[in-house]
């Protein structure tokens, strides 16, 4: 990645000079206001900054706040983003040969830009899934028989699963719970595919002891450790065989697994959770939970993303805001406090900008429009990579990744992103190498994996 940084003068006069880009549109930077003659601008006019913008085919500029209120208009310092794959409408393209990441209980797993598997970190049950259970591992390893064509990978708590080209899914790791769906209950370090499924699986997640993946169709199919009664809503016994889940048998556009619920997006922005409700984290103004999907309330409609934590969740609104509910230990619903709450509520400083949302135990982190991580919550072993290990109640930005990324995911005590240059980053704890980087010394700042 390419930066430079300086100061960029928004006048009236100035500004128009660089509002139309190479990207063949205007950009979202917005004119400011214009002045009269001796009405130079408030401080108030320079905070915020206008957003993002394509300053040519291959360029975002990005301008960072305080602005500095000048008579000819407001200075911002500005950081340039070269994007190897193009800038289009305020934001880098993704790479070609698309990287993907997936963090998981001290375990990670990618896929390469070439439609590889590759895990590290802890490989006990066999979550690796390089055909064997030995220790655990610093740097990636190969995921048996799945070397191409791989086009996600989700891990969950014990045990990984990955979606092909093809729409088939094949999982590995723990099995005590039919994790596998192959009724052995006995684990392996080896893919498996998953029999019964729906032609065509287009995205797949990962939970304490499920998985559930999205149909061409838009439904959802889960097998498994069962939080939500797969095919029967008045059984919580686990599945071998997938079911569908209740109620979403169509027009869902994405489903998140946390440690004992479900949450998925459908058509419209309605979010409904099931499982586990100890700590409000099905957003339903109650403790009681459900083993049918229920309604988050304030998300009837509107919601673009959503996440299932440990015992919490959060949805990303159309606006681009983040709202959170359930546990609140150590401050990951990022409302300034430690109470649980069994409704949504403002995560500060994300009332816009926001593009998507994941959650690990106790932390959760955003991608913003800018191409920028921000985390929030318990950072014991550096998980919110801010450059501390002290908890945050409010989202605070991760040391060198206030632009230029793609992804982010967070696991338990670990979180990774990926850049517009296809590189992965982790920070966090790295106690079973789960960072990746050939170490197993916990890092509260992004480090580079390795191998990739």
Known sequence: MTTSTRLTTFGAMVFAAVLVSSCGARTSLPAPEKKDAGDPCDAVDCDPPPTPGCISTTTLRTLSPPGICE?????????????????????????????????GSFATCAVTSTGAAKCWGSNADGRLGNASVIGSIGTPVDVDGLVADVRAVSVGDRHACAVTTAGAVKCWGADDSNQLADGNMGGGPTPVAIPGL??????????????????????????????????????????VSPFNLAGRSSGVTAVSLGRYHVCAVAAGGEVKCCGSNAFGELGTMSTI???VPLGVSDFLSGAIAAAAGFSASCAVTAAGGVKCWGSNLHGQLGNASTQDSLVPGDVEGLSSGAVSVTIGLNHACVLTTAGGVKCWGWNFYGQLGNDHTADSFAAVDVKGLTSGVVSVSAGATHTCAVTIKGEVKCWGSNLSGELGNDSFTSSDVPVSVVGL
Do not use: F, L
């Open 289 to 291: 939970g459900s083993a």
């Open 198 to 239: 729906a032609a065509g699986i287009q995205a797949i997640s990962a939970g304490g002891s499920e998985t559930c993946g999205i149909t061409g169709a838009g439904g959802v199919q889960c097998w498994g450790g069962n939080p939500c009664g797969w095919g029967d809503p008045n059984s919580m016994s686990g599945g």
């Open 71 to 103: 008579a000819g208009g407001c200075q911002y310092a500005h950081v340039d983003t070269e994007c190897p794959a193009g800038c289009k409408d305020g934001m880098c393209n993704p790479p070609t040969g698309r990287v993907v990441v997936s963090a």
